[in-house]
Every structure is written in structure tokens, then in C-alpha cells.
């Protein structure tokens, strides 16, 4: 069973020692790696290199730095890859990444595919490569079918795993986990899990990504929304239903988004190892 989490770059000087805090409560369970976002745009780059550096030195735990192709240059992607290669890191989590607002020039790269092929042209096997993957369908897709031929585009220029979108109904994982085993395509799909902790915040993070949470989940959380030891109760209950659905059928990894918080991820993942 392999575990790992996911961290934002923290802003403030508080927000780091929470951080660590928090990456030191969630060591307890020897997770395989901690990732770290990288913002649109480059926005949070100075600060991802930061705090996966310090991860990678103190922690124990390997970090993983998330890499957003859209408004990189390929010196700028070079230079980043150089410095994690460096500092000991061989895993990169590759993605697109949104475009900002107001920005009429993307970069070198347009799509994810091209980052990987371009990371394996410069790095060899050196990182490990993980992609984002959609089982509810990317929201900027065309439809299924395009969602599935740019998936399969990353994977062709050499990704080793995906992680995909957090997600609340177990069978949008094992259909998408069929229609990629269809295609060929065999590397891991490492399912994405959202504690339940906030029922403003999830819902318009859901709404942004089109991660979609089922109508009895959603009515709940309404009725606790106001009423956060409930609310946090049912999410632990709700997710750790899903994740133990997910590991009945075989599935051995789990990344958790924490949300810069230890404990919501922590029950859930306990009771997987």
C-alpha cells in the first residue's frame, strides 16, 4: 500500500511552520512521497522550489514537485529540473496547468504530452513522471472521447502514472481505469482523495475542476454545513467508505490532497495501511 499527500507552497512564515507541522504529523505513516503544486502560470514557482527542497532535506520523505507547462519557457524548465536533479529528486508530477487570466502568451508548451516528451528528451529515465488524469472528464473537454486521446497522448510520451482528479463515486474510477486499459495503456491510475472538511469551499472547488459530488452527499453536507464536528465525521465516514471500495478492487495507491492539513487525511489513511 503506498500513500502520498499534497501540499501548496505556503505564503506566510506561519504557514511554513504549519506546514512542517503538518508533514511531520503525517511522516508517522511513511508515506511514499509529498508533492507540491506549482501555481497558473508559474504564479507559486519560487515558492514550490522552496518547500520541496526543505522537504527533500529535512523530512525523510522524497518530495515531488509539481511542474506546469503553461507560460514556461523551456530555459526556465531546464533550470528548475536541474536544480530538483541536484538537490536529489527523481519525481516530477507534469501538467498543463490553467491559463491566467489575461494571458495571450502560453509559452514553449501547450499541452502536457509535450512536457513529458520534452523532460524524457532532456532527463532520460532520470524523473519518474506522473500525469493528471479525469474519470469525470477533464471540464474543458470536448467530450469523453478527446478527454481520453489527450490522456493517452501523456501516457504515449512516457508517463509512468497518472493521479486523477479527486472524485466521490468509486464507479467513475473503474469505468475510466477500463476505457484506458482498453486503449492499451497500462500504467498506474493513482485516484486523487478529497477529505470532507468544508462544504462552501468543496463545493466551489468541485464546481471549478467538474469533480462532481452526488446529490446525497451534497444534501448532507448542507444539513452539517454549519456544524463542523458533524460535518468532518460524515467525511471521514463517506471517504474512507470510498477508499476501502477502491482497495477491495484492487487499488494499492491513494494521493491525498490535504489541503495543508494533517488530520482529515490522516484518518482516512490509517485505516488503509
Keep these: 500500500m503506498n500513500i502520498s499527500f499534497e501540499f501548496f507552497p505556503p505564503r506566510t512564515d506561519k504557514g511554513k511552520q504549519t ?40 523530512d525523510g520523505i522524497p518530495a515531488a514537485p509539481h511542474l506546469s507547462c503553461i507560460g514556461s519557457e523551456k530555459s ?7 536544480q530538483y536533479k541536484a538537490a536529489g529528486i527523481n519525481r516530477i508530477v507534469a501538467l498543463r496547468g490553467d491559463i491566467p487570466s489575461g494571458v495571450r502568451d502560453i509559452g514553449d508548451f501547450h499541452y502536457a ?10 532527463y532520460n529515465d532520470h524523473f519518474r513522471i506522473e500525469v493528471a488524469a479525469y474519470p469525470e472528464v477533464h471540464p474543458q473537454a470536448k467530450n469523453i472521447q478527446t478527454d481520453l486521446k489527450y490522456f493517452a497522448n501523456k501516457v504515449n510520451a ?13 464507479d467513475a474510477y473503474f469505468r475510466f481505469r477500463d476505457e484506458v486499459e482498453k486503449l492499451g495503456i ?20 468541485s464546481n471549478m475542476c ?15 454545513e454549519d456544524d463542523l464536528e ?33 488530520n482529515p487525511s490522516l484518518l482516512i489513511a490509517q485505516n488503509l495501511v
Aim: aromatic share 10%; charged share 20%.
Design 113 to 122: 504530452n509535450e512536457l513529458v516528451t520534452f523532460i524524457k528528451s532532456e
Design 158 to 170: 512516457g508517463a509512468d502514472a497518472a493521479i486523477t482528479q479527486y472524485f466521490y463515486n468509486a
Design 186 to 205: 497500462d500504467v498506474p491510475i493513482i485516484p486523487g482523495i478529497m477529505p470532507i472538511t468544508n462544504y462552501t469551499q468543496l463545493v466551489r472547488f
Design 19 to 58: 506546514l512542517a507541522q503538518v508533514r511531520e504529523e503525517l511522516s508517522v505513516i511513511n508515506p511514499e512521497y509529498f508533492s507540491v503544486t506549482f501555481g497558473a502560470g508559474g504564479s507559486t514557482q519560487d515558492a514550490t522550489l522552496e518547500t520541496v527542497l526543505d522537504i527533500q532535506k529535512n
Design 210 to 224: 467538474g469533480a462532481e459530488i452526488p446529490k446525497w452527499i451534497l444534501e448532507r453536507m448542507k444539513l452539517y
Design 230 to 262: 458533524s460535518l468532518r465525521s460524515f467525511g471521514t465516514e463517506v471517504v474512507s467508505n470510498l477508499c476501502q471500495t477502491l482497495k477491495n478492487q484492487g487499488v494499492d495507491n491513494f494521493h491525498f490532497y490535504s489541503m495543508n492539513r494533517a
Design 76 to 82: 526556465k524548465i531546464i533550470e528548475l529540473l536541474d
